[in-house]
C-alpha cells in the first residue's frame, strides 16, 4: 500500500506533534537523568531501560493526546480543512498544544526537583485544589520569567516546524483514505487501553531509574482513572477466612476481648484497670518533619534546638515511622489506626463518616475534639473528614484579621495557629471539659516563608529555615501555655504526618518513613525512651492506653507502652509494605512482591519470608475489606 494513500498529506501535522511529542520527553528525561545522576546507580541495562521503556510510554500518551485531533482530521472535507481561514485556526490550536507540552515539562522538572518522582497523585491533588497550589507557586518560583520563557519556546518550536505543518493543507483526500489512517493511528491507544496494566514495564532495582522510564503526561492520567485500587485484584491475596484467622492473633492482646465469634470481624473490647485520667491531650502534627533533623538521630544542622532538648524530657518514640508520603496518610492512620491501603487516602474518599476515630471514643468519653488547622481544611477534604469523625473545625475561616500576623499560600504562620490552639483550649477548659486538640502546620511546605526576624534563617531560603521556624513558633507555644491552669493536666504530643522526602533508590526508602514522636507531660508521663518499632497506627491505643480508657476497638495499632507491635507498615499510594525487623516485604500491583534487608543501611533484596508476607497480606486484605463493606463504623462499649 503506497504510504501516501495510507496517510494523507493532513495527517502532517499529526505526525509533526508526535515528533514534537516525543523530542520533548526525551530532553525532559535526559536533564533529569543528568540532575539525579549521582541516585541512578546507571548501568548499561538501565540507561537502556530508561529509554526504550521511556519512549514506548510518550507513544501511547502521544497517541491518547491525539485522539480529539484524529477524529477531527476524520470529518472535515478538504474543502473546508484546506482553506485559509481553517489554517490560521489550526495554527492557534498547534501552538496551544505545542504550549501544554512545554509547560508540562518545564512542570515535571519542578516536581522531580520537590518529590524525586514523575506525575503521581500529588499532581492530581494539585490540579483539583487551585487556589492553594497557585498561590504556592508565585510565592515559590519566579512565575512571570518562567511563563514567558514557556511561551517563548512554545513560539519558537513553531517558528521552526511551521512550513512542515503548512503541508497538511496542501493535499487532497477520501473519506475512505481518512478512515483507514485514522483507523491505524487509534488502534495504538484502544490496545494500550486494554492491555497496558500499570506499570507493565519497570526498570528494575533502582526506583528513580523506573521513575524515569515513565511519560509524566500518562502518569497523571493513570493516577487520576486509578484513585483507589482494588486490593484482590492488583495484590497477592488468600482466602478472607485464612487473612482474618492471622490479623486477629496480630492485633489481639492481654486485655483485649473480641466482641463475637465472626471470623470476619476484629471488634474487640479493650479494658483497663482503674479510673479513666481525663487528661487533655494537645497533638502538634508537624508538616514533613524527618526524624533526620533531629541530633539524637545524627543530626548536625541544629535547627530543632527546641526540639532537641523537649525529647530528653518526653517519652520519646526512637522508632516510629509514618505509613505514607501526604498529609492526608498521618491524618488518618493518627486518627484511625489503620493500615495505608492502595490507593487515596480513606480523608478523601467517600463512606468515612462515623469510623473508629480517637475522636470519637474520646467524644463518647465527654471530650471535646477540635482539629485546628492554619489553611482551608477543605484542602484534601480534611473540613469533611474530621468534621464527620467526632471533631469540631477550626479552618483559616475561624481566624479574624486580628489573630493574622502572617499568611502565607497555604495559610497562617505557626506562632498563629498555636495562640488560636491556645484560645480554643481556653474555652472548652472554661466549660469544665477535657480536651483533645488535633493541631496541622502548614510553615514547612514550600514556599517556606514565615515571619521575618524569628530565628536566624531568613524566611524563603529552604526548608531548614521552615523548620527551624516551626521549632521557633513551638518553643513559643510550650512558654505560652505553661502560663495557663490546664497545662499541668495536659498532655502534648509533638509528631510528623509523615517525612520531608519520599524519594529513594528502592520502592519504599525505609528511612524517609522515619519520623519523631515526643509526648511531653513532666508531671503525668515519665520521660524515657521507646525503642519498639512502631507506626501511625498505634498512636491512638498508645494515647487511650495512657488515659487508661476502656473502649471498643477495630484499631488495627496496639498500645506501645503495654505491647510491642514490632513492625510498621509504610506505603505508597501503590505498594505497601510491613517492615518487621531488619526485613522490608513490599507487595505492588500485579501480584508482585520483593523484600529486602535494612540492616546495612541500604536496603539489599533478599528473599520474602512466607510469614512475613502472610502478615503483609493479612494487614492490607483485611482493612481494604473492612473499610469497603463499612465495618470500621464507630461502636460505643
Known sequence: MNIRNL???????????????????????????????????????????????????????????????????????????????????????????VGILVASSVSEWFFWEEFQVR?????????????????????????????????????????????????????????????????????????????IVDRSLEVKGNAYCNELGHNGIYQIFSAFLNNELDYNTFYRTRSDKEVFANVRKLVETPDSEFVNDDALDITRDITAEGDEKRFNVMMITVESLSAKYFTRFGSKRGITPFLDSLASHSLMFTNFYATGTRTVRGMEALTLGIPPTPGYSIVKRPNNENMQSLGNVLKTKGYTN???????????????????????????????????????????????????????????????????????????????????????????????????????????????????EWFDNTIFVVVADHCAGSAGETALPVRNYHIPLFIYAPKLVEAREINAVCSQIDFAPTVLGMLNMSYRSKFFGKNVLKHDPNRALIGTYQKVGLLKGNQLTVQYPVKRVEGFNISTGKQLPVKVKEEDLNDAISFYQSSSYLFGKKLLNYEEK
Open 7 to 97: 496517510f494523507p498529506k493532513r495527517y502532517s501535522a499529526v505526525l509533526l506533534f508526535t515528533i514534537i511529542f516525543v523530542a520533548l520527553a526525551f530532553v525532559i528525561r535526559t536533564v533529569l537523568v543528568f540532575f539525579d545522576f549521582a541516585s541512578l546507580e546507571l548501568t548499561f541495562s538501565r540507561a537502556l531501560g530508561i529509554y526504550v521503556y521511556g519512549l514506548f510510554y510518550d507513544l501511547v500518551a502521544c497517541s491518547y493526546f491525539l485522539i480529539p485531533f484524529v477524529l477531527y482530521n476524520l470529518v472535515i472535507p478538504d474543502r473546508v480543512f484546506n482553506s485559509k481561514i481553517h489554517k490560521y485556526i489550526s495554527y492557534g490550536f498547534f501552538v496551544i498544544a
Open 119 to 195: 506525575f503521581n497523585f500529588i499532581a492530581v491533588d494539585y490540579l483539583v485544589y487551585t487556589t492553594e497550589v497557585i498561590s504556592n507557586i508565585q510565592q515559590s518560583y519566579p512565575m512571570p520569567l518562567i511563563i514567558s520563557g514557556m511561551v517563548a519556546t512554545s513560539g519558537l518550536i513553531f517558528v521552526f516546524v511551521r512550513k512542515y505543518f503548512d503541508l497538511s493543507f496542501t493535499g487532497k483526500s477520501t473519506f475512505l483514505q481518512r478512515l483507514k489512517s485514522s483507523v491505524l493511528l487509534l488502534a495504538l491507544p484502544i490496545i494500550a487501553w486494554f492491555s
Open 370 to 484: 477540635n482539629f485546628i488547622y492554619a489553611g482551608n481544611g477543605y484542602f484534601d477534604n480534611m473540613n469533611y473528614f474530621f468534621g464527620n469523625n467526632g471533631y469540631s473545625v477550626v479552618d483559616l475561616g475561624d481566624f479574624s484579621k486580628e489573630e493574622i500576623t502572617f499568611k502565607n499560600a497555604w495559610g497562617v504562620c505557626d506562632e498563629d495557629l498555636f495562640d488560636k490552639a491556645i484560645q480554643v483550649a481556653d474555652k472548652v477548659h472554661k466549660e469544665g471539659k477535657p480536651f483533645h486538640n488535633f493541631i496541622m502546620t502548614t510553615s514547612n511546605h514550600r514556599p517556606y516563608t514565615y515571619p521575618e526576624g524569628k530565628i536566624d534563617i531568613p524566611s524563603h531560603t529552604g526548608r531548614s529555615g521552615a523548620v527551624k521556624y516551626t521549632d521557633y513558633a513551638i518553643s513559643q507555644m510550650f512558654k505560652k501555655a505553661s502560663k495557663h
